[in-house]
């Protein structure tokens, strides 16, 4: 007899044959899935088809395994890139791991959380790429980046500068393509590492405390708008190293050299729409920097104070405070003139209803101590060599009420200065003003337009004396070249009487009658151009207009010895005058002609 199980039993065995089965399948098409998901990540597949989407950025990475859903995604050599029609910017990781959303990845949606990376770089550079073409009617992909931490962030490069050493930096990134780039930084920390310009290094950080915020909207045609995106607060001290690097910048002919310098740098910058927040401040200071320019020499300490503090009404919204203290000038016979102070100020202040600052600068030089003016004789010896004679150095010290233009002035006088011009004897006071807002360097040329010279007490045994004349010169261009020293000037000026232009053209005690009147002519108007260097003074384009007077010609002063030619105009009488050395002579018959025929040299 046989026994058959029950029903119930019967049917329980197939079932749990299908669940077996069921199980299987979907143990199957799990291991499938995670096989085919590894495949796609680590055969760049899943790269291309975001690549496609992403006209501007790109997400690589050299390998890659996913343990889905579970697990967490692994990357190896993770690199992000973006590419503006302005810069060209790339974030390498060597390896890290998040949590992603796979169904994200099916709606065009890159959604990471819990990003933890280790040995990162970022790269910056300008580009002048065009725009890759991209379809406007596809959806652009979303990439979101949650609760970043990368450590050891080992280098930031943007392109000439570069920081090197050890970087922890935790925030989030969101990337809508084509419509928004949102980075925050809530921490950026360093404990030390060292910047670096064109591979030389420069400063090092002893630390580095910081939170940043980037919110940059993206505008067709021009990329990510980067004007008023940045926000946040930098903390750092920084030990600046020697400026010696600096020459390697300026190249081995140029005729400025920096040595020294080195000092420390406390700075605390808070950010806002790219703009500077109050209490924003920066102090440094360093060591004596040598400055070497021709055939000068400076040495001083320096000092910055830049401070930003809460706005309060009719006060500047910030101030900087550039000081060298003492500051000492050599030549090259070691001839020196110390100057305890030179310091420029600059307050600024918010435009109401406006965007930028207005600025007031400020120049304040301590009077210096005398410089012995036999110090410029290897330059100007030529032209007037100094037997005796000092100059000092200060700035206008602005009164009360004064124009702004007053706190930008410096000024250097000398006392009675005694010297020679060839056999003659020369006693003169100088006095020469230079405007600061016109300064300007070009790393050949010291530019001095605005430049004014007044000369007083002048006095000449020469054949004709001058005695007691005052001039006044204005140079609206001027420039001082340090290697070799040559000045170039424009200048014009109104003369009192004509004492010096007959001592000029005048050889001889005995005055031709043509020349005599010239002694009696006031207020005369004189323009032209000079250079002086180491061989002489040459004027060039000299004219002057009186009272029935006119001059114009050209001429060269080597120690005392004139040559050149000049055409003069007395009433209705004009004479050529044919400057030589020990000899002059006049030229009355057919004067504009011969006076035409004469070359004019050009400056040395």
Do not use: C
């Amino acid at each position: 007899m046989t026994v058959s199980p029950p029903p119930a039993v019967q049917d329980a065995a197939p079932r749990r044959k299908r669940w077996r089965r069921v199980a299987l399948w979907a143990l199957v098409a799990v291991a499938v899935l995670e096989v085919a998901l590894n495949v796609a990540l680590n055969t760049g597949v899943t790269q291309a088809i975001m690549g496609r989407a992403t006209d501007r950025t790109r997400l690589t990475w050299q390998r890659a395994w996913w343990l889905w859903p579970v697990g967490r995604l692994h990357l190896k050599g993770f690199t992000l890139t973006q590419q503006d029609p302005d810069v060209w910017w790339k974030v390498e990781v060597d390896a890290l791991e998040a949590g992603m959303s796979l169904t994200g990845l099916l709606r065009k949606r890159v959604d990471v959380d819990g990003i933890a990376g280790h040995g990162a770089s970022f790269h910056l550079e300008p580009s002048s790429a065009p725009e890759e073409p991209s379809d406007p009617n596809s959806k652009p992909w979303v990439i979101h980046l949650k609760d970043v931490t990368l450590h050891q962030v080992r280098e930031l490069d943007f392109s000439r500068v570069r920081f090197a050493g050890a970087l922890d930096v935790t925030g989030t990134l969101n990337l809508q393509s084509r419509e928004r780039l949102e980075v925050d930084l809530p921490s950026v920390r360093v404990a030390e590492g060292f910047i670096e310009v064109d591979g030389k290094r420069v400063a090092r950080l002893e630390s580095l405390d910081s939170r940043a915020r980037l919110d940059a909207p993206f505008q067709p045609g021009k990329g990510y708008d980067l004007s008023q995106a940045l926000g946040g607060q930098v903390k750092t001290r920084i030990d600046v190293l020697p400026l010696d690097w600096i020459n390697d910048l300026l190249g081995a002919s140029a005729p400025v050299s920096l040595h020294g310098g080195a000092g420390r740098v406390d700075l605390d910058v808070r950010m806002q729409r790219n703009t500077l927040e109050p209490g924003s401040q920066l102090k440094a200071s360093g060591a004596a920097l040598d400055l070497r320019a021709g055939p000068m020499r400076a040495q001083a300490p320096w000092s910055l104070e830049v401070s930003m503090p809460p706005q309060q009404q009719g006060q500047p919204s910030g101030s900087l405070r550039l000081a060298f203290a003492p500051v000492r000038v050599s030549g090259t016979r070691g001839n020196d003139v110390e100057v305890p102070e030179v310091a420029l100020t600059v307050l600024a202040r918010r435009r109401e209803g406006q965007a930028g600052l207005d600025l007031e600068p400020e120049l304040h030089v301590a009077k210096s101590k005398p410089l012995d003016l036999r110090v410029l004789n290897p330059w100007l010896g030529r032209t007037l060599e100094i037997d005796s004679g000092h100059v000092t150095v200060r700035s206008e010290e602005p009164s009360k009420g004064a124009k702004a233009r007053n706190a930008l002035e410096l000024r250097m006088d000398t006392d009675l200065v005694s010297g020679r011009m060839g056999q003659n004897k020369v006693l003169l006071r100088a006095e020469v003003e230079v405007d600061a807002r016109h300064l300007s360097w070009d790393m050949t040329d010291l530019g001095l337009s605005g430049t004014t010279l007044r000369l007083s007490q002048v006095s000449s045994n020469g054949n004709v004396p001058i005695r007691s004349w005052s001039g006044n010169f204005s140079l609206p261009r001027a420039s001082l070249s340090l290697s070799p020293t040559v000045l170039k000037a424009r200048f014009s000026s109104q003369l009192t009487d004509t004492q010096p232009l007959v001592a000029l053209i005048t050889s001889s005690k005995k005055l031709p009658g043509f020349l005599t009147s010239l002694l009696n002519i006031p207020k005369v108007e004189v323009t032209g151009q000079v250079q002086i260097d180491e061989r002489g003074l040459q004027l060039r384009e000299l004219k002057a207009k009186g009272d029935g007077f006119s001059l114009e010609g050209h001429l060269d002063l080597v120690q005392g010895n004139m040559t050149g030619a000049l055409l003069a105009t007395l009433g209705a009488v004009t004479g050529g005058i044919e400057l030589r050395p020990g000899k002059h002579d006049l030229h009355l018959l057919k004067a504009t002609e011969w006076f035409k025929g004469q070359p004019v040299p050009p400056f040395r």
